[in-house]
Every structure is written in structure tokens, then in C-alpha cells.
T-cell receptor, first 111, second 113 residues
């Protein structure tokens, strides 16, 4: 069974540019989560989809972040415009029940 | 007080010893608890989940839960150098109303050969 996949693995962009991260969850998992770890801090929740609906986006830092989940399958997280403090590792996780399985993460560096 | 708290370590143990990792959480209503292992530069990997008070064993790993004390621990028996990683305690906090996990900062374990 394929695990959670994320693309790209790394992204280096300049402040003010736009970046789009993609997550493909495990097939059949209705729940999809985005998390972020910035340098020196713990992993923090961003938002939660159930199928194509946003169940909880209380962790989104500001309106520069936009997440979508097309047809309840893969999800994208767009950062526009990117700021220096957006640098970190963005993880996606999916679940059918309570147990969440994590993808390898996208390492974002904003210069 | 942090919502999920762990000692950041590093915790250094010799090969073959028992490593004991601890976690406390703020929400008395929390019902499920997870331990993830994360190697440097890799994704968190689920090691154990526990839902009831007491011990749960899986191979060399034992999770212990005490809801009255709001405390969950992970014991690793016969520690191996390959166990060297950061161990993350994660809890869906009921008082947030979320199913999402709240993570501790992680404890870095070093197993010395």
C-alpha cells in the first residue's frame, strides 16, 4: 500500500513569490491534515479536511495560506506571497480513523 | 504550561539498556495518545498508540498511560543504536475540539554502542 506522498521534497523561493505544495493521501483516507514545523519549534497543526470539506482551519497562520482538496483526493497548500517566517517543513498526514500517517514533508526555504 | 510537554533531551543510554521517555498533557479529557519516532530529516513514524490506563506492549516498546496524572510514557527495552531518533508525543486535545494532533517538542534519544 502506498503511503502519503508530498511534492516537492524541497523548495527554495524568494520572499514575495508563490509556492504550491501538494499532498497525496493514502487511498481511501477521508481525513487529510496539514502541519508545519518551523526551526526549533514543535510540529503545529494548520488545517484538516474531511473529504473535500475544510473541517478545521483554525491553525492557518494568515490569509496568505490557501488550502484546497480537489474531489476529496489530493490536496494543495499555496503560500502567496511567501514571507521569511514561512520557512520550515510542511507535513501532510492522512487517516481513516484516529491514527494519522505522515508524508515525508516539503522543506520550504524562503530567502 | 505547554499543552503537551516533553523533556527535549538528549537522553543518552547505552546499548541494551532501557530508555524511558516521558510526556505530560494539559487536557484531562484527552482520550488517545500517540508516540511517533522521527529520524533526522524524515517524517514522523507511528510507534505506539494507547487509549486506556495501564501498559501496552509491542515488541521492545511499552507505552504507559496514567490519565489521573495526565502522563504518558514510552519505554524502549534492549535499546539499539538504530533507536537513536527524536520521539514525539502527540495528543488530540479534546478541549480544542480538534481531531488534529498537538505535539510535544520531542525528546532526542541517543543510544551509545
Amino acid at each position: 500500500e502506498a503511503g502519503v506522498t508530498q511534492f516537492p521534497s524541497h523548495s527554495v523561493i524568494e520572499k514575495g513569490q508563490t509556492v504550491t505544495l501538494r499532498c497525496d493521501p493514502i487511498s481511501g483516507h477521508d481525513n487529510l491534515y496539514w502541519y508545519r514545523r518551523v526551526m526549533g519549534k514543535e510540529i503545529k497543526f494548520l488545517l484538516h479536511f474531511v473529504k473535500e470539506s475544510k473541517q478545521d482551519e483554525s491553525g492557518m497562520p494568515n490569509n496568505r495560506f490557501l488550502a484546497e482538496r480537489t474531489g476529496g483526493t489530493y490536496s494543495t497548500l499555496k503560500v502567496q506571497p511567501a514571507e521569511l517566517e514561512d520557512s520550515g517543513v510542511y507535513f501532510c498526514a492522512s487517516s481513516w480513523g484516529e491514527t494519522q500517517y505522515f508524508g515525508p514533508g516539503t522543506r520550504l526555504l524562503v530567502l | 504550561q505547554k499543552e503537551v510537554e516533553q523533556n527535549s533531551g538528549p537522553l543518552s543510554v547505552p546499548e541494551g539498556a532501557i530508555a524511558s521517555l516521558n510526556c505530560t498533557y494539559s487536557d484531562r479529557g484527552s482520550q488517545s495518545f500517540f508516540w511517533y519516532r522521527q529520524y533526522s530529516g524524515k517524517s514522523p513514524e507511528l510507534i505506539m498508540s494507547i487509549y486506556s490506563n495501564g501498559d501496552k506492549e509491542d515488541g521492545r516498546f511499552t507505552a504507559q498511560l496514567n490519565k489521573a496524572s495526565q502522563y504518558v510514557s514510552l519505554l524502549i527495552r534492549d535499546s539499539q543504536p538504530s533507536d537513536s531518533a527524536t520521539y514525539l508525543c502527540a495528543v488530540p486535545l479534546m478541549d480544542t475540539g480538534r481531531r488534529a494532533l498537538t505535539f510535544g517538542s520531542g525528546t532526542r534519544l541517543q543510544v551509545q554502542p
